[in-house]
């Protein structure tokens, strides 16, 4: 009873689409049809019937062999518009038979799975180029077989969530480059402010070591000091258009990312903080923008 | 095997075309045996290109084209015209042409194409119009099998053999379908095709219509099989083996003929029977038989006949005839009455052709037939005295016997020479038998032998063909043998019909050649021949209980075989054989409600199962050690202990 469950629940969630190789199916049992009727050949009503029987059969092998897949997992790594990305996915075959002759499909791609072995679990990847930046829509996410016969196509829908966000073309002006521009934003020694008690995180390099010879522990105050340890990108500053902008934003984050400096950028809608927000959340805010 | 190592390692497209060629190769073979020579060298020469990898460009490929309709044109020349087309068998040999050129133009290009995939399809089912042997049977099956295995082998990507063996499986999930719609699907009555490849369409020698005396006569030492004849139950004793042919009356000297045409029949019994020519009905049987190329009109019946096949009929001397020499394998259902009793209304003409003998041909036999006449005035008494006189004649059976006086060939034949066979005993009978006043004539047909039975099947062979004669008793025909008054066999003919026999097959090899031929017989009847007639009486037969109950277990039989098949072959392969043992041992163990605990050895869990029952300490302390032997010791061989040893504990009941 258990296999004839688990065959309907199969049928259930297998779908079955026609293939140009079942009309040639149909049209070649045709001919037989004829040729067997006509003139009583009884090989031919042998021929025909096995290619009845073998694209009959082709239902139950097919289905069965994607039916048991089961996609675990959809992931991808930060994708870019217009840039080549990757996306990663986990395939649990639970059947006691191997898989054959898949194909994952999403909107945008098709990567080719020869088998999946009984009993176990395969991760592949799939490289994705997403046009512009914002949510993407991967779905339709499914699994596809032309296994056995080519004659029918076994569709498996995949019921995980099959979206992801772009985010914004990273180009415009390097970190570097802009950071040289606005050299006095990232704070100068020289701007002297005053000594300021030592509270006990302060850099050895700041502590004012005349006050300590006084017997008073202080340090060394700079008028642009606050300023200097973080950036600040202001939207509006950045490009002439959204766009450009988004996507400068987006450059400068992950320099800032890479270089583990911290920064705030203001946008019309809000302001955001690398140290309060991850890197990814401002990202998001900058493709959702 | 170097080949199905690296099979899986090929690179896509060109195993595609490998397995493509493969796939050609295959449908072409049968192909090749009618395809016209011309044609047969273009597809060399393509072969060639394709072996020798020379470059293929567009030249070359026109130059192939070209040469391919040349090909064509050669191989249809004399049939190319419109009438031509009209027949159905040439039209399909120029679309196979047509088809031919196509592929081998399109595999020189090298690419895979839609056309390219489904053509070993379409050659496949246009070569069924020419073959319906069963060889052609078994090819068929083995080119459907082979053609799935090579698209599972394109999708699967694996080894040799797994996708061998998934084609297995999936060829016997679909068995039982192929034999279910064979046998159900319906069928309408048109009659088989005759065209196509006609392998075995010698001519089967033997009966001649005519019976010769001298070096023309019926001897046939041949083995070559004429008729396969199938009895509803149990083949008929020996002496009711006559298969009737000829009926001759006219003696010409040197061979004897049938009545002249202008001798009027009073009756012609066709389809029915004659009052009293059967005494009870378990005397009739229907019977199939299968007659091959004779080219002779004469359709082979039990004697006597009395159910002609459609299109046959029957004469006023029973002879069964077509209109039209048969050149093709008849298959036909008779009927025949083998105790019978008739020649009521024979007329006198006939009976005068019975009685024409020329006694001064045959002085001394003429003299002898006076005597009998005098002391056997009882026609009766009169015929068994006949069979004494051969009987005590000392004659001989001899294939080669010494050429007989044709002038006084009775005379020769029975008091001088002594020896002979079926002819030259049936031509003295006659003639001693008109001679003693007693109407005669000469039958010519098949004597079948028991010994060339099995189960229900009977073989006739061309060697089985035979005289005998018929006499005019009372007012009916009566069946005599005068071959069966033989003293002896001479030592040649003996070694002639023995080395013969069979070909040469002796014991047990000759009954195994009988069932070969048995199960040939069967499978043409049943599969190439099975038509709507019988899959009628197939339906009808179902209406008996027993036999509908063996009908519905064979196809379970068959299901159930097949899922087995299926199952065997899909089956996943132990990665791990001390594992995979091992596991229905924890299979047992987890029954008993004893699972491995966490960090807890296979040891410690063996003590603790075998701790709470001390009648299995042994056992499990055995398989514990060995075990360990087995799977730390590296002592592969214990691995046949271990695996009695486990076995035997799970099989014990404690």
């Given amino acids: 009873m258990n296999f004839f469950r688990k065959f309907i629940s199969i049928r259930r969630r297998v779908k079955q689409r026609a293939t140009r190789f079942s009309l040639f199916v149909v049209l070649l049992m045709f001919g037989l049809f004829f040729e067997a009727y006509m003139h009583n050949f009884n090989l031919v009503y042998i021929a ?47 059947n006691r038979q191997s898989s054959w002759a898949l194909e994952f499909h999403t909107a945008y791609s098709v990567k080719k799975i020869s088998n999946i072995k009984s009993k176990s679990k395969i991760q592949d990847s799939f490289t994705i180029t997403p046009k512009s930046r ?107 258009d959204d766009e450009s902008r988004l996507s400068q934003l987006t450059l400068w984050v992950l320099d800032c990312e890479k270089h583990k400096l911290p920064f705030t950028i203001k946008m019309p809608n809000g302001y955001y903080d690398s140290k309060k927000e991850s890197i990814d959340e401002i990202l998001e805010a900058l493709a959702l923008y | 095997m170097r080949f199905l190592k690296l099979w899986h390692y090929i690179e896509a497209n060109s195993r595609g075309l490998i397995l493509l060629d493969i796939a050609y190769f295959v449908v072409l073979t049968p192909l090749l045996l009618f395809v016209k020579a011309p044609m047969l060298l273009f597809l060399l020469l393509v072969a060639i290109l394709l072996i020798f990898k020379k470059r293929r460009g567009n030249i070359t490929l026109i130059v192939v084209a070209l040469l391919g309709f040349f090909a064509i044109f050669l191989s249809l020349y004399g049939a190319f015209n419109f009438l031509g087309l009209s027949r159905l068998k040439i039209f399909v040999e120029l679309i196979i042409y047509l088809l031919l050129l196509a592929v081998s133009l399109q595999r020189l290009s090298g690419k895979i194409n839609l056309y390219l995939l489904i053509s070993p399809a379409l050659l496949l089912a246009l070569s069924l119009f020419f073959f319906k042997s069963i060889f052609m049977l078994f090819y068929l099956i083995f080119e459907i099998f082979i053609l799935l295995w090579l698209i599972l082998s394109y999708f699967m990507q694996t080894s040799f053999i797994e996708s061998l063996k998934m084609a297995g499986s999936f060829f016997a999930l679909s068995l039982p379908w192929v034999v279910i719609l064979f046998i159900f699907f319906p069928r309408i009555s048109f009659e088989h095709a005759s065209y196509g490849f006609h392998g075995d369409n010698i001519r089967r020698t033997g009966h001649d219509g005519k019976m010769y005396l001298d070096t023309k006569a019926l001897l046939v030492p041949s083995n070559r099989i004429v008729m396969e004849v199938s009895f509803p139950k149990r083949v008929p004793a020996d002496n009711r083996l006559y298969f009737r042919g000829s009926v001759l009356y006219k003696n010409m000297i ?129 015929l068994n005295a006949l069979l004494n006189i051969f009987k005590e004649a000392n004659l001989s059976y001899s294939l080669q016997p010494k050429p007989l006086d044709l002038n006084h060939s009775t005379d020769d034949f029975l008091f001088n020479k002594k020896e002979g066979y079926c002819v030259h005993f049936a031509n003295s009978f006659v003639t001693l038998a008109r001679l003693a006043k007693l109407p005669a004539r000469v039958v010519t047909g098949y004597k079948a032998k028991h010994s060339n039975s099995v189960k229900n099947y009977l073989v006739i062979r061309e060697k089985d063909a035979h005289a005998w004669t018929e006499i005019y008793i009372k007012e009916h025909w009566i069946r005599i043998d005068p071959t069966t008054t033989a003293k002896r066999i001479d030592i040649k003919s003996a070694k002639l019909l023995s080395k013969n026999s069979s070909n040469n097959i002796k014991g047990e090899l000759q009954t195994i050649n009988l069932y070969i031929l048995y199960w040939k017989y069967q499978i043409q009847s049943w599969i190439l021949n099975y038509s709507h007639f019988r899959q009628m009486k197939l339906l009808n037969s ?14 379970v ?98």
């Fill in chain 2, 254 to 382: 040197d061979h004897w003929e049938a009545l002249p045409h202008k001798i009027k029949r009073r009756f012609s019994p066709k389809h029915y029977l004659q009052n009293g020519m059967v005494q009870k009905e378990a005397d009739t049987i229907a019977y199939k038989v299968s007659l091959y190329p004779t080219f002779k009109t004469w359709l082979y019946q039990l004697d006597l006949p009395i159910e002609a096949p459609k299109g046959a009929r029957i004469d006023a001397d029973f002879e069964v005839k077509l209109s039209k020499p048969i050149s093709e394998v008849q298959h036909y259902e008779a009927g025949s009455v083998l105790n019978y009793r008739y020649g009521k209304y024979i007329s006198k003409d006939v009976l005068k052709y019975a009685l024409d003998v020329n006694a001064t041909r045959n002085p001394k036999s003429a003299k002898l037939a006076k005597e009998l006449i005098l002391d056997y005035p009882k026609a009766k008494e009169r």
């Fill in chain 1, 134 to 240: 914002g949510i993407l829509e991967l779905s339709p996410c499914k699994i596809e077989s032309l296994f056995p016969l080519s004659t029918v196509r076994f569709v498996l829908p995949i019921d995980i969530d099959c979206k992801t966000i772009v985010y914004p073309n990273p180009i415009g002006e390097r970190l570097s480059s802009y950071l040289n521009r606005q050299k006095s934003h990232f704070g100068e020694e020289m701007d002297f402010d005053g000594i300021a008690r030592y509270s006990g995180s302060e850099s050895a390099s700041r502590i004012h070591w005349a006050s300590v010879a006084k017997g008073e522990m202080a340090v060394k105050s700079f008028e642009r000091l606050n300023e200097s340890e973080a950036l600040n990108f202001i939207f509006e500053d950045c490009a002439s």
């Fill in chain 1, 48 to 94: 025909l019937f096995f290619i009845f029987a073998l694209a009959f059969s082709a239902g139950p092998v097919g289905m069965r062999n994607i039916g048991y897949l089961e996609v675990k997992s959809l992931k991808c790594g930060r994708l870019f518009a217009n840039q080549e990305g990757k996306c990663f996915f986990t395939i649990e075959n639970s």
């Fill in chain 2, 557 to 654: 039989g068959l299901i159930i075989f097949s899922i087995l098949l299926m199952i065997y072959l899909r089956r996943t392969p132990c990665p791990n054989k001390i594992s995979c043992l091992m596991a229905r041992l924890f299979k047992r163990l987890k029954k008993e409600g004893y699972t491995q605990k966490t960090g807890e050895t296979l040891h410690q869990l063996f003590s603790r199962y075998s701790s709470k029952d001390i009648r299995k300490i042994e056992d499990i302390q055995n398989i514990d050690r060995l075990y360990h032997q087995v799977r730390y010791s590296k002592e592969s061989y214990r691995f046949k202990n271990l695996r009695r040893a486990i076995l035997d504990f799970l099989r014990k009941k404690y």
């Fill in chain 2, 542 to 555: 179902l209406k008996d209980r027993d036999f509908a109950l063996k009908f519905i277990s064979s196809l």
